[in-house]
């Protein structure tokens, strides 16, 4: 292929992932680590001794970074992408977003990380550069282009933030494709099959339902709903409100106070979280500053009682969407699962009851693993914007726009002009004139959403038509377009019939970054010099193996450095010696199994030091460091909450 | 934006710049993609306007459009062929989604014909409010004043949170009738398509008066169908009208 490689990518609330079609299969790239999953954290590096800007982590070095600093990392910036200061006040109650106090209404939050501030695209794209870094090592050839998963019920300006946030990783988003179309072409890809499917794809922070038509490699989309503010971060605060609760009532701890303490209790609320898919019971053991301990068991049934009121909130898209699609749950062929939080039994069991799965003797598609089948579709889609690929050649996704689209009118009203579940790319025309003489500006306001009044909608934009000649009012005829491209994204045109001329048209965002903005923000220009890949690739693997040698010079300091055996210790010594001797050297490929070899050895002194310092966060010993408040922003967001754990 | 051209004027491909009749996505010569045709909905199908179509051949022939004009079949092409993909592509799903709905194809090919239909869709943002076109059909003047009582009263229960269930019992009925009503209209609306598709240029006259007075009534019955649902609390209603 002579333009490159097109990669997919599941930009993920909690974990991200690229792959790529190796052939006739779509496979997941691992990272430097090994891993195939990149959490979706971002961590801001110290300053350097000699000054000058730090420089951005992402990952699981990131996610370590998490407990020790928390005031320099992010995660789960997804819920923030496109969305004005008004709508993520609820996001801040439960997350510790450290929103920068000088920004305005109207502009895009920009969110404190030590010393600086970013915006959401901004961190995202941090997030893709990493991914992108992975390809390009993997591939040892550039990647520039790129299909990036969405979720279905994403909105324009959700969609927008994450092409800009491509744009700014050096990548051209040749499609953003709706994570649970995505999850059909992963499992369609293998059989040529016609029926109806479901995909239910409940995720970190999105909770999507998407109904398919499969036919002769069609993929058409019959209808969508979901819930962008709905996924596995809310079962996990759920758990994590309790114990922050028990612990200051029984204990009399307010570990709220502490960043570091929550971020540390929050991954004990996870670990029981995921135990609880496959345990009976799981547990919650920690010391506390007073030397107490807070232990306390989850039974099975206890946390199925308490995360009902989320699941509970998957029932109405479903049924909206069957509705929309004209289908009872019967009519449904197969449902697959997507989604990590899809492994906890409770969400299996209402899907079942949903669409009366096991009533017809049927189960839902687990075959693929749920956290990488949105990443496996991405690649197909990939593979067919690339084209000419045998695999993917007769395959077609026609999606659909998941929102409505209408245009305010006078009074407040809401005229509908592209019903939602309209396939995309959609147009629609409409004609507007003018109420005073002499009027040459009409202002039109386009929202989107289902609701009667524009006000409760969102605003996609506000624009002026200018320019228009001179007549009695009503006399001009204006004829706008708008175009819903196969992105999902808005574009308007206008032009006055009545004098044939073309109306100057202003397209005003009301929320988002401008096109300038986007360019002032793009990654190191360094990214983007493709003659210079070798030497790039030189420079990226030798960094990784400092920062991987700077780690490894600290270690005997920490005390789990002591709970080695002396042959692990041997080991790391060599494959740090080994990875010194290499270092300088040009070749970047060895300089990088040197470094992934180091990163073996210590892997199980990663774990302690992890295991160390959630202890540490939560006793208290780093407390003083973290100083900052979360103060009573976690509050529990079920009033039964507290009480069913009982 | 959509060019406004006599479909029978030749044009010339932008490739090849061998003449075309614009009504085309594709060059007959040289098969590329061409910018949008002028013609309506019916001749991106190469079908005549008409009421009776045979919906699993348009599906057959929206997909194998598709194949050919997606943008992502032009994911890596040049900047012109891509607009012009996204362009055709938009007009191929607008058609397809307007032709395969029967209430939308008859307002579409009516509104093809010069009828005017409905309310003005079109928000004058300088102009005045909108003006509700739904006229109480005559026939039913006095049940709608019933209904609307009942409809008044069972809100107004709710909100004292009371269950009548004489009220709703008799809200059910009107539910059934009206959607008994609505089915009649369907059904005419049926038979004036034959008219229309079979008849000559008075006998289309005809049927055009008789559907957009059906369509009408239609419009009027399932805003009211509506109201009842979603009295009764039936939240989820399907967007679907066949």
């Given amino acids: ?646 | 934006m959509i060019k406004v051209l006599d479909s029978a004027v030749p044009i010339a491909c932008w490739s090849c710049s061998i003449g075309h009749n614009d009504s085309t996505l594709f060059c007959p010569h040289c098969s590329k993609i061409q910018p949008p045709p002028g013609g309506d909905y019916f001749s991106v199908f190469g079908l005549q306007p008409r009421l009776n179509l045979d919906l699993a051949a348009l599906e057959r022939e929206f997909h194998r459009l598709s194949r050919k004009v997606h943008p992502d079949r032009f994911a890596r092409a040049g900047e012109n062929e891509r607009q012009w993909s996204l362009a055709d592509a938009a007009l191929l799903n607008d058609a397809y989604r307007t032709l395969k709905d029967p209430l939308r194809r008859t307002e579409y090919l009516l509104k093809l014909e010069g009828a005017e239909i409905g309310p003005d869709p079109a928000p004058e943002p300088g102009g005045r409010e909108r003006k509700n076109a739904s006229r109480v059909p005559a026939d039913l003047l006095e049940e709608v004043f019933d209904l609307n009582m009942q409809l008044e009263e069972m809100r107004m229960a709710r909100e004292l949170g009371e269950t009548d269930q004489a009220l709703e019992a008799s809200l059910f009925q009107a539910k059934r009738k009206f959607g008994g009503l609505l089915a009649a209209v369907d059904d005419d609306l049926h038979g004036q398509w034959q008219a229309w598709d079979a008849g000559d240029k008075t006998a289309r006259m005809a049927a055009q008066k008789t559907m957009v007075a059906l369509l009408d009534r239609r419009r009027y019955l399932s805003n009211l169908v509506r109201d009842v649902n979603e009295t009764l609390g039936f939240a989820i209603e399907s967007q679907r009208s066949s």
């Fill in chain 1, 1 to 646: 292929m002579a333009e490159g490689r097109v990669v997919g990518i599941d930009l993920g609330t909690t974990n991200s992932l690229v792959a790529y079609m190796q052939g006739d299969a779509p496979v997941v790239i691992p990272g430097v680590d090994g891993s195939n999953l990149v959490p979706s954290v971002a961590a801001l590096d110290p300053i350097p001794a000699g000054g000058g800007r730090p420089t951005v982590t992402v990952g699981n070095t990131a996610r370590k970074a998490l407990i020790e600093t928390p005031e320099r990392v992010i995660y789960s910036v997804k819920r923030l992408m496109g969305r004005s200061l008004e709508e993520i006040q609820d996001e801040l109650k439960l997350f510790p977003f450290r929103l920068a106090e000088d920004v305005e209404v109207g502009e895009v939050p920009r969110i404190t990380l030590g010393e600086l501030k970013f915006t959401p695209p901004e961190i995202s794209a941090y997030i893709l550069r990493q991914l992108k870094r992975n390809a390009e090592r993997f591939f040892g050839a550039p990647v520039t282009q790129a299909v990036i998963t969405v979720p279905a019920y994403f909105n324009d300006a959700q969609r927008q933030a994450t092409k800009d946030a491509g744009r700014m990783a050096g990548l051209e988003v040749l499609r953003l494709v709706n994570e649970p179309t995505a999850a059909a072409l992963a499992y369609g890809l293998d059989r040529a099959k016609v029926g109806t499917i479901a995909v239910y794809d409940l995720g970190g922070g999105t909770f999507d339902i998407s109904i398919l038509k499969l036919r002769d490699g069609i993929f058409e989309v019959q209808s969508t709903n979901g819930d962008t503010h709905l996924g596995g971060d809310d079962i996990d605060n759920l758990l994590l409100t309790i114990a922050l609760d028990e612990i200051h009532a029984e204990h009399g701890v307010d570990l709220r106070r502490h960043p570091g303490a929550v971020q540390a209790l929050r991954k004990a609320a996870i670990d029981a979280k995921i135990a609880l898919s496959t345990e009976p019971a799981a547990h919650f053991d920690i010391e506390l500053p007073n030397g107490d301990r807070y232990q306390r068991e989850i039974p099975r049934a206890v946390f199925e009682l308490l995360i009902e009121p989320v699941l509970d909130r998957t029932v109405g898209p479903c049924k909206q969407a069957l509705a929309d699609a004209g289908l009872t749950p019967e009519q449904i062929d197969e449902v697959v699962l997507v989604g990590g939080s899809t492994r906890i039994p409770a969400v299996r069991q209402q899907v079942d009851e949903l669409f009366h799965l096991s009533a017809r003797g049927k189960k839902p598609h687990i075959e693929l693993n749920p956290d990488e089948v949105v990443a496996l579709g991405a690649a197909v889609q990939a593979d067919i914007l690339a084209g000419a690929s045998k695999t993917t050649g007769e395959m077609l996704l026609l999606d659909v726009t998941p929102l409505s689209l209408g245009i305010e009118a006078l009074g407040g009203g809401v005229a509908r002009i592209i019903q939602r579940n309209s396939t995309i790319p959609a147009s629609a025309t409409e004609h507007f004139t003018t109420g005073v003489d002499g009027q040459t500006n009409v202002a039109i306001h386009v929202v989107q959403g289902e609701r009667e009044l524009a006000a409760d909608c969102r605003s996609l934009a506000r624009f002026d038509l200018k320019g228009i000649p001179p007549m009695s009012a009503g006399l001009p005829r204006i004829e706008v377009r708008f175009l819903i491209d196969a992105d999902g994204i808005l574009h308007v045109s206008a032009r006055e019939q009545r004098s044939g001329q073309a109306a100057q048209i202003e397209v005003k965002p009301t929320y988002g970054l401008t096109d300038e903005q986007v360019e002032s923000m793009i990654l190191d220009s360094f990214d983007h010099a493709e003659e210079d890949f070798a030497k790039r690739l030189l420079i990226e693997a030798r960094n990784e193996a400092e920062t991987i040698l700077a780690a490894v010079e600290r270690a005997p300091q920490s005390p789990a450095w002591d709970q080695l055996t002396g042959e692990e210790q041997a080991a790391i010594a060599a494959a740090r010696m080994s990875l010194q001797s290499v270092k300088m050297g040009e070749n970047a490929a060895a300089v990088r199994d040197a470094t992934l070899a180091l990163d073996q050895a210590t892997r199980r002194f990663a774990e302690l030091m992890m295991e160390a310092a959630v202890t540490t966060a939560i006793r208290g010993k780093t407390m003083n460091a973290a100083g900052e408040e979360l103060g009573e922003t976690v509050t529990a967001p079920h009033a039964m909450a507290a009480a069913e754990f009982k």
